[in-house]
Each structure stands twice: as structure tokens, then as C-alpha cells.
């Protein structure tokens, strides 16, 4: 039984397409725990706090 070269190129290729949907319907779920990571973040220059003090960008003075 002999398989055409287009019919293997075709499985791949299908089989291609349906993981990348399912990828995609799961990009779309929210995680546990999202809002908290999103609050977690500094309004006005958007990185991370660490701590419960002003980001470093409230901070005036020199850096190093």
C-alpha cells in the first residue's frame, strides 16, 4: 500500500492547524490569580512593586 507524498504533507499540515486552535482557545482563558499580578503593577510606568513602598519611579534623588 503506498501512501502519496501530498496526502502526508496534507495529515501534517492538518494536524498543524488543529493544534494551533487549540493553542489559541486556550490563550483566551484568564488564570487564577491574574488580577492580583495586574495590581501588583505600578500605574504610571507599568513595572512590578516589590514591597509595600512607592515604585522606584515615585523615588526622586540619584540613581545607581
Known sequence: MRVLVSEVIFKIVTIFLVVMAVLAMFGKFTFPGKKRLDAARCPSCGRF???KGPCACKI???RS
Request: hydrophobic share 15%; charged share 35%; proline share 17%.
Open 49 to 51: 512593586k516589590i514591597g
Open 60 to 62: 526622586k534623588g540619584p
